[in-house]
């Protein structure tokens, strides 16, 4: 995938689009946005906790990380509470050094998104000072990546992303999220040895702790869980300790949750389901019927239609536009018989990638033979690039 802006030209998945192909992005878009709220309808904010770029390199690579050089949790804790020793300048310094390399990765593979691979590996060769704009967003994308991961974190996803904040609107009772027991939790009772009428919550507190936003998910749904089923796992493993039943903490509906009825098919999720469907249909359509050539008649910019001899002659400009990642002939050709009489100087021009061309083409027809609203048709067939297209256009003429 290359979306490379500045020339206008876009590869996806193998096909190529340019500028006038901008529309297709609002289907797409509309595909992606409304297929993750059917997906927070049904299953919360699974989105989140697993497919989710920000926890998958917090928690797949910069927190592992942390834990090698620092340790744990506990003894994290405990380093800070302390003064900065050498042991612990040295820690961090490494720590940093490690975060900083991987930031400098992630903008140089974000910017190769945007620029061809062998131009930024030649940018990054020639320095700052042959590519200022370049170099000035990998330095911020690098210094907002580092910021993100190394301090801000979860506050990213609490205070900046706008999902999160979605999710009362987008669930309802029978979504699945991750939810707290309360009528087996409630009495809470402290101790190994369950305490008659109270319930199996011992109040250790295990799930806030390990919950990377700091919430206490007894609480209820709240807009901070990214649903990383941290405090799932850590319930069990108390649970199991003390001989009681799995799921205290669970994914669950609201519904499951207060033990009553649940349903999956449901007004809002078949709504979201719809549109969903629609938009990635209709992009499945147009990138199966998008065409390799771009071709739009114009009316040459001189008069209309001059008269020579008895006849009228019209003169058109043929835009074509190679929408393809290689070199491709187009042969141009008329498919309107006589009487019109065509001359096509470039019958067979060869553009270069997502390269325009205009091409001249001259139509003739005795005045006398000029009869209502003339149309003339002409044929664009690229070379072994799939169906030729139909370019169809009016002739102009005197009225009388």
Known sequence: MLLDVAHRRFFLFGAVFNAQDIWLTFFLLSGIGFGLVALTAVAGRVW????????????GVFRPIQRLIEGSAAQRIRREAGPWTVERIARRTLLWS??????????????GYFTPIRGLWSMIQAGPSESPEAFAWMVAITGVTFFNFAWFREQTCVAICPYGRLQSVLTDPDSLVIGY??????P?????????????????NRCVV????????????????????????????????LDRPKGLIRYDSQQGLHHEPKRFLRPRLALYAVLGLMGLGATTLAFRTHTPLR?????????PHTLENGNVRNAYDIHLVNKESHRVTFTIDPITGAPFAFVIP??????????????PVFVTIPRGSLQGDARIRIRVRPEGEGQPRTIEAPFLGPSR
């Open 295 to 303: 071709g739009q008649p114009a009316a040459a910019r001189r008069a």
């Open 188 to 204: 809470r009772a402290r101790g190994k040895v369950k305490a008659e009428g109270a319930g199996d919550c011992i109040d250790c």
């Open 210 to 241: 390990v919950c990377p936003t700091g919430i206490d998910i007894r609480n209820g749904l709240q807009l901070d869980c990214i649903a990383c089923t941290r405090c799932i796992d850590a319930c069990d493993d108390v649970m199991a300790r």
């Open 98 to 111: 490690i975060y900083l390399v991987l930031a400098l990765g992630v903008a140089h593979v974000f910017l």
């Open 181 to 186: 027991d309360e009528k087996r939790g409630e």
């Open 346 to 359: 470039m019958a067979r021009v060869t553009l270069a990638p997502l390269v325009g061309a205009h091409v």
């Open 48 to 59: 989140c906790g697993w497919g989710c770029p920000q926890t998958v390199f917090l928690e």
